[in-house]
């Protein structure tokens, strides 16, 4: 059965350090997604992207962060310069029309 | 009011139990609704989707009412394996936004 893959599964940087987190969505799905679930809290929504541009964002989805599909596969999202409250578990999801299905997460610790 | 709000338990049970968990919304133009599985560090996974007019998959049944903003799930025979937290999960009108509530954990017990 398909699934969402994400690099790595552990992320461990310096504070104000850019990160990366990938991710190859399921590869029929057109919609793809970030959300993040900071350790204890609810999984909460960053961006949702559409035919090559954001479709949705949220208010934690400020100018530090960002998103791009580079190529047919991969799905980014990048933080430009970490804060100590960016450590937390960001979670990939993509769909095709219906229910979103989720990557296993990368759990990013700022240090 | 919390966009999607749920009762975070823990729900200690027995094995063989039935329980049931409720979950309200807030935004009265959210177009569909989802129960997702969480296990601890790991990630939401989808169980069931609730419609209208009430839909079971097996041991699960989930109901959604749009007069009261209110969504349930139903688990009958509980096992072991259903130990998690139980997210309710709400799209929004635009259909590019889930919100999620803050999780409702379920322990069962031999």
């Known amino acids: 059965e398909p699934e969402v893959t994400q690099t790595p599964s552990h992320q461990v940087t310096q504070m104000g350090q850019e990160v990366i987190l990938r991710c190859v969505p399921i590869?029929?799905?057109?919609?793809f997604y970030w959300y993040r679930q900071i350790l204890g809290q609810k999984v909460e929504f960053l961006v949702s992207?559409?035919?090559?541009?954001?479709?949705?964002k949220s208010e934690i989805f400020d100018d530090q962060f960002s998103v791009e599909r580079p190529d047919g596969s991969n799905f980014t999202l990048k933080i430009r310069s970490t804060k100590l409250e960016d450590s937390a578990m960001y979670f990939c999801?993509?769909?095709?029309?219906?229910?979103?299905?989720f990557g296993p997460g990368t759990r990013l610790t700022v240090l | 009011r919390k966009e999607v709000e749920q009762d975070p338990g823990p729900f200690n049970v027995p094995e063989g139990a039935t329980v049931a968990f409720n979950c309200t919304y807030s935004?009265?133009?959210?177009?569909?609704f989802f129960w997702y599985r969480q296990d601890c560090r790991k990630e939401p996974k989808l169980l069931m989707s609730?419609?209208?007019s009430g839909n079971e998959d097996g041991r699960f049944t989930a109901q959604l009412n749009r007069a009261s903003q209110y969504i349930s799930l139903l688990i009958r025979d509980s096992k072991l394996s259903d130990s998690a937290t139980y997210l309710c999960?709400?799209?929004?009108?635009?259909?590019?936004?889930?919100?999620f509530g803050g999780g409702t954990r379920l322990m069962v017990k031999p």
């Open positions: 999801a993509s769909r095709p029309f219906g229910e979103q299905f």
């Open positions: 590869s029929n799905h057109l919609y």
């Open positions: 992207f559409y035919n090559n541009e954001i479709s949705e």
């Open positions: 935004n009265s133009a959210s177009q569909s």
């Open positions: 609730v419609y209208s």
């Open positions: 999960v709400v799209l929004n009108n635009a259909g590019n936004m889930l919100t």
